[in-house]
């Protein structure tokens, strides 16, 4: 009788204290938060696995995240994508379409996405740039000499047949012609920036008021196709600044800071919710260790 009181218990013991075992290895994994000292001394195993271990595990994880889990490469096939690309198109193409029944004008949209005073000095800014490059190009151009030239060829072709363009000749008019050079050049640096100034002004102030929709109509007209050059921007960020945005955010950095900033309360918190099945696993696997080494010892007894 007693020997098969001892078949049943031996396992069943077995189990339990497999279970027991192991459930108390899971909870000190995260028991107790904080060290016990007795008499001064520290008692050993406290505080747990994870509080004593947090700093190395911030950091273990934080170069995880940085070094295998979101590298460029890993980002760039992701955000690259053809699912991610036509998706992008699709999403350009309906906020197009939207856009093409505005009457919001572009200094309306661009006041909703910027401070006014951001939206003047980019104004302002874009004013001086595009006065700046028509002046030298202007200059460049030299108008003193093509008009002066335009002049002196009108007035040899009017003059040609008669007895005063004959007195006077190529001779006379030149000197008359290089005054005339010299003189409109020295107008257009003197007031020529002044003139372009106010002229892309009044253009700037045009092209503020138009709507959104018929700036975008505009645009297509010229057979600019707005999703593909959005798309080709989009690729070449992704492709040329991702590794640089990355080595400025320091991944590892950001994360090893954060899990060092949580409690140990959140840090159990955070693990149980990646690992809760996989620690219970492991404590039912003790249980059932238990069960097959109380079942072998039961028959090695009845043996």
Known sequence: MIAYWKLITTPLIGAVIGYATN???????????KEICVFGKRLPFTPGVIPRGKARLARAIGRAVEEQLLTAEVLKEVLLSSEKKERLRREVSAFLEKERKSEESLRQAAQRLLPEERIDDFVESAEETVTDMVYDKVLQMNVGEIIADKV?????????????????????LEPIVRQVEEKINAYVAEYG?????QMVLEESEKLQAKTVGETVCRVEEYGVDIPS??????ETMVSEKLPQILGSLQLSAVVEERINAMEVEQVEELMLSIMKKELSAVVNLGALIGLILGLINAAILYI
């Not at 459930?23 to 938060?33: G, H, Q, S, T």
């Not at 002196?152 to 006379?172: I, P």
């Not at 050059?229 to 989009?234: D, G, R, S, T």
């Open 193 to 197: 920036r002044g003139v372009i100034e």
């Open 152 to 172: 002196m060829e009108s007035a040899r072709e009017k003059l040609k047949d008669s007895m005063f363009g004959m007195m006077l000749g190529g001779s006379v």
């Open 23 to 33: 459930w108390v290895a899971v909870k000190m994994l995260f028991r107790p938060r």
């Open 229 to 234: 050059v959005v798309l080709a921007q989009y």
